[in-house]
């Protein structure tokens, strides 16, 4: 089995191509094919010690479910069934998706959701990202002055992709046991 599981959450196919852009830097042996969390289980997550987690944010700030709109069910019906899961040991990277300039009051704030969850069970979350060169009015997934986890914005910032999550997958590679 693969040293790390990366999960994400999606509506427009955004979070799915920044997780296929993060799996095409690793071999099967060092991550797993990037999985949607509609089509696992709990079990599968709670297999990896490390893990990335992935997800778009919609509307007011929401997790992508089927309250959001979304025609599929995600991270928002999902999300219960780690409770379950006992995170300690684990080592959690997350990445988040938003439109600063649409919805500058709940930028990225799916991400916060996330977090507290990984948290609240033990687990280690590794990869914090600065806020700087972004503008937004608020965001829940700012964590004593820094982002929960990469932040993405493909719909403004589309060209700042590859160079963040870069410097961020190099961020995160000790604590995944990885060389930078």
Request: charged letters at 20%.
């Amino acid at each position: 089995m693969a040293r790390i599981g990366l999960f994400f959450g999606t509506t427009t196919g955004n979070t799915r191509k920044v997780a296929k852009m993060i799996k095409k830097r690793y071999d099967d042996e060092i991550m797993a094919k990037p999985q949607n969390v509609n089509k696992v289980s709990a079990d599968d997550i709670a297999g990896y010690d490390y893990l990335i987690f992935g997800t778009p944010t919609m509307g007011s700030g929401q997790l992508p479910g089927l309250s959001a709109d979304c025609e599929e069910e995600s991270w928002e019906e999902f999300l219960p069934n780690l409770e379950a899961v006992d995170f300690t040991g684990k080592t959690v990277a997350l990445y988040g998706l938003g439109d600063q300039v649409g919805y500058p009051n709940e930028f990225v704030d799916a991400m916060i959701e996330l977090y507290d969850l990984v948290t609240s069970r033990g687990g280690q979350v590794v990869g914090a990202w600065p806020t700087d060169g972004y503008e937004f009015d608020a965001s829940q997934a700012v964590v004593d002055g820094k982002f929960v986890g990469l932040v993405l914005d493909q719909d403004n910032q589309s060209q700042l992709t590859e160079e963040r999550l870069n410097a961020w997958l190099a961020q995160i590679a000790p604590a995944f046991g990885l060389p930078a």
